[in-house]
């Protein structure tokens, strides 16, 4: 069974920068990795939202962003660009994710978890027989992470600021 790791650990501990050397590494490996990240966007030094990022085209698009926009989903100050996932996800075509050595997915998180679309994928995606790699919210309560983490030989690795390295080591250990 090809390994299912999810990083989890509280907010700005660095999943997303451990994502981020994970990739470059595997990328000097010459892996194949499908996917996307979601990158912070700032302004002034400010967290203004974040977007969404394929890493297989390298589009780029908004997925939330603070302020009062005319969308029907929002957390807290942020509009959810749930569309934007959406046509995202639609880009990631299964069989190319099943070629692919990981699929990486940053994150698993409430904003993502909007869309009923990326729940029916996750279920697929964590059944199949492919390699992923994902962060998830330490605090998340959704019947998809329970589901995700009833599943046998997942992997949950609780990242801090003082393991990343450690983290590190043991994830390419795995693959």
Known sequence: MKPKILITGPPRCGKSTLISMLIEYFKKKSYKIEG??????????????????????GEQVPLARIGTHDLQFKLGRYSIFLENLEKTLDKLKFDDIKKADFLIIDE???????????????????????????????????????????????????????????????????V
Do not use: Y
């Open 36 to 57: 996307f990240l979601t990158p912070e966007i700032r302004k002034k030094g400010k967290r203004i939202g974040f977007d969404i990022k394929n890493l297989n085209t």
């Open 108 to 174: 698993i998180g409430k904003m993502e978890l909007f869309s009923k679309k990326f729940q029916e994928l996750l279920k697929k995606l964590f059944k199949s027989d492919i390699s992923i790699l994902a962060t998830i919210g330490q605090k998340l309560k959704h019947p998809i992470k329970d589901h995700i983490l009833k599943i046998p030989n997942i992997v949950l690795l609780n990242l801090t600021k003082q393991n990343q390295q450690e983290i590190f080591k043991k994830i390419i250990s795995m």
